[in-house]
């Protein structure tokens, strides 16, 4: 090694070392490292398929609350118009919330997207190692001698593992952020499931435990201002079209 | 030196740079041994933005081994901590 001493820079290459190390007949390696080199090109392939599957799910997720905003906006505006101010304020508080996820979606489906795009980089970038380690085997085999070229391969073997011990932990680094992506999605869905960015129409009265959990995640001060806002447009613009929410559903 | 970035790719790194690349790599080192957030992001985008600009991208048909590999640029502070007293990315 060239003379450095970085602690944090040799501690992954002196694992990947060892592990390359483990094959100790440099023939075995070969064999070990082509066999190796096959099942990762497949594997590098599945994790691409899921990544993308994540990405779709998340994708028809975003899709899903995007239509709740404006649903949930369009619900506040009548609540306000018939003076019903505290259901437009549940509105707005729901409307928040989902926006809040919908920017964390779409920032979740960027990074997968970067994911993807890396992981069938890194997949190509393997390929061309492998077809050049094949090359250049018997380029070797045919001008060396048999201990010579023994050592030579053996050397190029052991670049291609560590390109390989690259793509892998690339992979299980890209498969670990789609893990934490679906436990996410999977929390959404759970809102959803339990009627958050449903029709307000549909609610009970007063404040479940819904209602309560919304008031800590909001922030208020936004709502407030939404509001406001909200009863500006409505001072300004059209009389109260009453009768399509009414005061406290119970 | 060849220097690749886990999960990047690898660098050719002439000698001229290597010893401002351990004084930065003893930077990273010191900030997560004192679990200091902000010097360890700020001292690990130092080495790998040091690597990209005075490093050489490899092509990829060069078989040649890395004489350091340094961890993934999405490495959290956590992650770094565990390297030094756990298993760290790549099990033993």
């Known amino acids: 090694m060239a003379g450095t001493s970085g602690r944090f820079t040799t501690i992954i290459k002196a694992k990947i070392s060892k592990m390359l190390d483990r094959a100790e007949d440099p023939g075995e390696t070969l064999d070990y490292s082509y066999q190796k080199q096959l099942e990762l090109l497949q594997n590098v392939k599945k994790g691409i398929a899921e990544v993308v599957t994540s990405k779709k799910r998340l994708q028809m997720q975003a899709d899903k609350l995007q239509q709740s905003v404006v649903k949930l906006d369009t619900q506040a505006r009548q609540a306000l118009a018939a003076g019903n101010e505290d259901l437009a304020r549940t509105a707005l508080e729901r409307k928040t919330l989902a926006q809040n996820e919908l920017q964390s979606l779409d920032a979740q489906v960027q990074e997968l997207e970067a994911e993807q795009q890396k992981l069938i980089q890194s997949e190509q970038k393997l390929r061309t190692k492998i077809e050049s380690f094949r090359t250049k085997k018997e380029v070797v085999k045919a001008q060396y001698s048999a201990a010579e070229a023994r050592v030579q391969i053996s050397e190029a073997a052991t670049g291609v593992g560590e390109e390989m011990a690259d793509v892998g932990l690339a992979m299980q680094r890209a498969l670990d952020k789609t893990e934490d992506m679906r436990a996410r999605a999977n929390a959404v869905e759970e809102l959803e499931a339990a009627g958050t960015f449903e029709d307000l129409t549909q609610l009970g009265s007063g404040q479940d435990d819904i209602d309560r959990q919304l008031a800590e995640l909001t922030s208020s001060s936004q709502v407030d201002d939404e509001l406001a806002k909200m009863k500006a447009e409505l001072g300004a613009g059209s009389p109260p079209s009453a009768g399509q929410i009414e005061e406290g559903k119970a | ?92």
């Open chain 2, 1 to 92: 030196m060849i220097v690749r970035i886990a999960t990047e790719g690898q660098y050719e790194l002439p000698e001229e740079f290597h010893a401002e690349l351990n004084e930065i790599d003893n930077r990273v080192v010191a900030a997560v041994e004192a679990d200091d957030e902000p010097a360890y992001k700020a001292s690990f985008s130092a080495l790998l933005e040091y690597i990209r600009t005075n490093g050489t991208p490899l092509e990829d048909t060069d078989l040649r081994e890395s004489d350091l590999i340094v961890p993934p640029p999405d490495l959290t502070l956590a992650e770094a901590e565990h390297e030094f007293t756990g298993d760290g990315l790549l099990p033993d």
